[in-house]
């Protein structure tokens, strides 16, 4: 069973920085066999992907909204994913969560594919 634990969220303006890291245990054998996702959920919204990673870290994946200014990365040395975002807007604010799904080299960012979860860490874009 993979335990997956979040941290990193806060409150920060807009344009700035934030990184999110999402720490994993529990795994039998390796964590490449696993794809991370990043998901987020605002206030009356569908929780909606926001980006993913396969398990050796090859591929990537991510949603229009966040192309370009968000980057996922991972250190499997560490058992650690992260969501490195940069020039947040205020619509980036939501809960984020990360996930895992089995996957060495490729991912999704269909919540409906992920086995396991995280806790949420808020993230709040304002000035």
């Known amino acids: 069973q993979l335990q997956l634990v979040v941290s990193g969220g806060g409150l920060v303006q807009p344009g700035g920085s934030l990184r999110l890291s999402c720490a994993v245990s529990g795994f039998t054998w390796t964590l490449d066999l696993y794809a991370i996702g990043w998901f987020r959920q605002a206030p009356g919204k569908e929780r909606e992907g926001v980006s993913c990673?396969?398990?050796?870290?090859?591929?990537?994946n991510y949603a229009q909204s966040v192309k370009d200014r968000f980057t996922i990365s991972r250190d499997n040395a560490k058992n650690t994913v992260y969501l490195q975002m940069n020039s947040l807007k205020p619509e980036d604010t939501a809960v984020y969560y990360c996930?895992?799904?089995?996957?060495?080299?490729?991912?999704?960012?269909?919540?409906?594919?992920?086995?396991?979860w995280g806790q949420g860490t808020q993230v709040t874009v304002s000035s």
């Open positions: 996930a895992a799904h089995r996957g060495t080299s490729w991912c999704t960012t269909d919540k409906g594919r992920y086995d396991f």
């Open positions: 990673i396969g398990g050796n870290g090859r591929t990537t």
